[in-house]
């Protein structure tokens, strides 16, 4: 019989992350051996955590806020989309060397297919200038957008942002303040919202979204918040008052941990399973 796989999730905290259950799910209805834990790791001793689990030969993990910068010096390579975005979510042993991944573009991607929006030839605004909004900005260009802006509180980090990835990306893409959003929402065809500022936690969130001019956005527009917790956050909430597609963050959730399913077993994961253990 072959050693259970296993595989695990840095993050600091990581008391709250859904992973362990999904993946675990996923292995129990294909038969398959497989342990998922979690690392509760400082950013001071990630070096050390990630030697000691390499040492014992972890098949893969994942990387969680706020170790998916820092994850990448400490690895055997880095996948050239991962690269670009400047963060890894998902690391895989392949033929004895630890391989970073980005696994929340293709995720974001699908889990926007899945809900029947369109992203080839659409006008995207990307709220944030954070990992996730440059994640967001790599799979959709990939994925065929023609044109995306990124808007930023502090406008210097998403012009930063833009300038960065203009090598790597065959849209127009253009960093801006977030107090132009007017202008970039009236055209757009699809909202991202990759902020933080919606998260449960987060004591401005309504505000938040009462800031933004969700009236201009077309009728047939859609917004996507990467935001899970809540469900339903103040962006989705407004958005949906207005009769506009909205879609939430745990589709990208499940299917960036999909793709790094079958990345680390070689196996179709199941999807099903997998939604309904992040339901649980
Ligand atoms: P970061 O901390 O790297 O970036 C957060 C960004 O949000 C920064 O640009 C920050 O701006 C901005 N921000 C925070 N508060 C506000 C505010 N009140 N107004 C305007 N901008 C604000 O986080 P990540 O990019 O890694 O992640 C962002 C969110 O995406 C997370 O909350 C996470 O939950 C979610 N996410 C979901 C995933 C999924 O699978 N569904 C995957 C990855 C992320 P500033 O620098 O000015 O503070």
Not at 45 to 62: F, M
Not at 94 to 122: F, I, K, M, W
Not at 133 to 159: F, M, T
Not at 256 to 271: D, N, R, V
Request: hydrophobic share 45%; net charge negative.
């Amino acid at each position: 019989m072959s050693d259970p796989i296993r595989l695990g999730i840095f993050g600091w905290p990581v008391a709250h992350s859904k992973s362990p259950q999904m993946h675990e799910a996923a292995a129990r209805a294909l038969g398959i051996e497989l342990r998922y834990e979690r690392f509760e790791v400082a950013p001071d001793d990630l070096a050390k955590a990630v030697r000691h689990e390499h040492d014992t030969g972890i098949n893969g993990y994942n990387l969680t806020v706020p170790h998916k910068q820092a994850i990448m010096e400490l690895i055997d390579e880095v996948a050239p989309t991962a690269r670009a975005i400047g963060a890894v979510n998902t690391v895989v042993r392949t033929n004895g060397r630890y391989v970073g991944h980005n696994t929340d573009a293709p995720g974001l991607v699908r889990s926007l297919e899945e809900a029947g929006v369109q992203v080839g030839n659409g006008r995207v605004v990307v709220l944030g200038a954070g990992g996730a909004a440059r994640a967001a900005v790599v799979g959709l260009s990939n994925a065929g957008a023609d044109e995306i802006a990124v808007l930023s509180r502090k406008p210097e980090q998403s012009e930063a942002l833009a300038q960065s990835l203009t090598e790597d990306v065959e849209c127009n893409l253009e960093g801006a303040p977030l107090s132009e959003a007017s202008w970039y929402f009236e055209t757009a065809t699809l909202l991202v919202q990759a902020t933080s500022a919606t998260l449960e936690s987060s004591a401005g969130a309504l505000e938040f979204a009462a800031s933004l001019p969700i009236d201009v956005l077309p009728a047939d527009a859609a917004v996507i918040d990467m935001v899970y917790t809540p469900l339903k956050t103040s962006v989705l909430a407004r958005a949906e008052e207005r009769g506009l597609t909205i879609v939430d963050g745990l589709g990208m959730l499940l299917h960036q941990g999909a793709i790094a399913f079958e990345m680390w077993t070689g196996l179709e994961p199941p999807l099903d399973v997998m939604r309904s253990a992040l339901n649980d």
